[in-house]
């Protein structure tokens, strides 16, 4: 079976665990959100395809979902000394390593997705991991600060600096309507068995994935099962602050709205929580095949079993 997911950071990459788990025979390509990509110390940084890898490779934190394990930070310490920031972004010393080797083979004149190719060799995170697209894209978001100031800031700043305090006016992915899919990214979507979206970001992460020109359209032309996870539970996201964002997008945060907001052209069939069973009549309401199943990820086997649940109503669209 040759599955394609569509992921974030920590939620995709715990999902992805989950289904190596739940299906280890499968052949997986992830296409990887570099939205959140950004220049620091001179460096690229790629957070969402690093917490891929590094989760599917062992290395990953653990308790924060992010960064590497056993990290030192002697490196940032040396640098707020010298009075040079951002003091904000947490960049450990292992964590450098990869940014260094990613900037140096970039600087060489290597696409993203070779940079990427190479990295995973050393992790061997099990999947074929691919950035949405080899072209510089950065989500912005629109804010007014508490002092009145009008601006746009980088995800990151609002998402690590401001912890999503002041109201996101406006989501802008910059440079994603000149972008073009990374090579082997809509070969992978044309060639899967199954598609799916995991309980990642639907607006920051999913959704500045589908910003790039040529892949949601790939998707809904591909002619196999789409299968969503909701990264909303109760009203509320799982992680993060997804409720901030989604209102930046005019999108309520229940199951159902964020459903409704991929919409049917794009969505086969969509798994809400057992605690929001009772949307599951307004998802298919709206054309999209709807379960209720618990979606809480709280270890490697109840993640592998919503991956199993994806997979089986994948089957139950592919069988309608």
Request: hydrophobic share 45%.
């Amino acid at each position: 079976m040759r599955i394609v997911v569509l992921a974030g950071g920590i939620g995709g990459a715990r999902f992805l665990r989950g289904l190596k788990a739940a299906a280890p025979e499968a052949d997986v390509t992830v296409i990887g959100n570099t939205g959140d990509d950004i220049h620091l110390f001179g460096l690229k940084v790629c957070p969402d395809l690093d917490t891929v890898m590094y989760t599917l490779g062992g290395g990953i934190n653990e308790e924060q979902g992010w960064g590497r394990a056993d990290e030192t930070f002697h490196v940032k310490e040396e640098l707020n000394a010298y009075g040079v920031g951002p003091d904000w972004f947490g960049l450990g010393d292992r964590d450098f390593a990869t940014h260094i080797v990613r900037t140096q083979m970039l600087e060489a004149g290597y696409p993203l997705s070779a940079v990427t190719e190479a990295l995973c060799d050393r992790w061997k995170p099990g999947v074929r991991l691919i950035p949405m697209s080899d072209d510089r894209v950065e989500t912005h978001v629109a804010v007014t600060l508490e002092d009145g100031e009008r601006r746009a800031v980088h995800f990151q700043e609002y998402w690590v600096r401001l912890r999503a305090s002041v109201p996101a006016e406006a989501i802008v992915p910059v440079g994603a309507e000149q972008s073009k899919p990374a090579p082997g990214v809509l070969e992978a979507i044309a060639g899967a068995d199954v598609i799916l979206f995991p309980p990642s970001n639907p607006v920051v992460s999913v959704g500045t994935i589908l910003a790039v020109p040529g892949i949601r359209e790939a998707i809904a032309e591909a002619g196999v099962p789409v299968v969503g996870l909701s990264p909303i539970v109760g009203d509320a996201p799982v992680r993060g602050m997804a409720d901030k964002v989604l209102a930046a997008v005019g999108v309520e945060a229940t199951a159902a709205a964020v459903a409704e907001h991929y919409g049917s052209g794009l969505l086969d069939g969509w798994l809400v929580d057992t605690v929001d069973a009772g949307t599951v009549e307004r998802v298919e309401a709206a054309g999209i095949r709807c379960r209720a199943v618990p979606l809480m990820m709280t270890d490697l086997d109840a993640t592998a079993a919503m991956a199993r649940e994806a997979l089986a109503l994948a089957e139950e669209v592919r069988e309608a």
